[in-house]
């Protein structure tokens, strides 16, 4: 790919170089915070469907050492990126990454189970509900299968008692809740809130396959504070990497 059509940003502090596409989806908050909770010890294997170029899968990585990353992407261009960008910050032993369609489900990609999976599912399933993306961002932003196929990937793809992380609208936790439900439990809700006076604008899910403890919500994550510092000091810490976002 032509370098022109490409940035090279530094993140989690300096410590993951991320090579991506000046016009398409750009990895930002969300996959800084899905790294910020991805809690798997050494020798654990963790998938992640839709890694894009690798923003929270890297940082994962590099957050978790001596775990073992598989990133899956339907976007041949992103799925190239994320590989290189692997090889870039010295992690191809670690992290790998494939062409594969959530669409298709897991059975397709003929991979044993993991013991944990942390995705970012495209945020839409209804072209009416979002305005007129930009052509290279629709593929990150709309799911042609629903939530509902993201989700049952998901439970194919995780061992039992294996966790699936997610981090989505916050207006759509009561469906994340029921369309894993049938497989999953021991829920836990992080909301996370532009400022400590707003309603969460996102929510981070974790759940247990075949898990049955009761659901705990958790204090919410406040991204900003209003007196104007960009971004609040908890939050600055989870973005350089100095601390993580735990459960």
């Not at 369609?101 to 009416?128: H, I, Q, S, W």
Request: proline share 7%; glycine share 10%; net charge neutral.
């Amino acid at each position: 790919m032509d370098d022109r059509q490409m940035t090279e940003d530094r993140v989690l502090g300096g410590r993951v170089t991320l090579r991506q596409k000046a016009d398409g989806y750009r990895a930002g908050m969300d996959a800084a915070l899905l790294a910020a909770v991805c809690d798997a010890p050494p020798g654990q294997r963790v998938l992640e469907p839709g890694c894009g170029v690798g923003g929270a899968l890297l940082a994962a990585a590099i957050r978790r050492p001596g775990a073992i990353f598989q990133g899956i992407e339907r976007d041949s261009v992103a799925a190239t990126l994320a590989g290189e960008n692997a090889a870039l910050n010295h992690l191809a032993d670690r992290v790998s990454v494939r062409e594969g369609d959530v669409e298709a489900g897991f059975r397709a990609l003929e991979m044993p189970v993991f013991d944990a999976v942390m995705t970012n599912p495209p945020f839409f399933d209804d072209p009416g509900a979002l305005r007129a993306p930009a052509p290279a961002k629709s593929g990150a932003w709309m799911a042609d299968g629903g939530l509902a196929a993201w989700t049952g990937f998901c439970l194919k793809a995780v061992r039992e008692g294996g966790t699936i992380t997610m981090i989505h609208r916050a207006d759509r936790l009561a469906d994340i809740l029921e369309l894993l439900a049938p497989k999953a439990g021991s829920f836990r809700i992080r909301p996370i809130a532009p400022f400590a006076d707003a309603p969460a604008k996102r929510v981070i899910v974790r759940a247990i396959k075949t898990g049955k403890a009761p659901l705990v919500l958790l204090p919410p994550l406040v991204l900003h504070d209003r007196e104007g510092g960009k971004h609040s000091a908890q939050a600055e810490a989870i973005l350089r990497g100095d601390a993580a976002l735990g459960w």
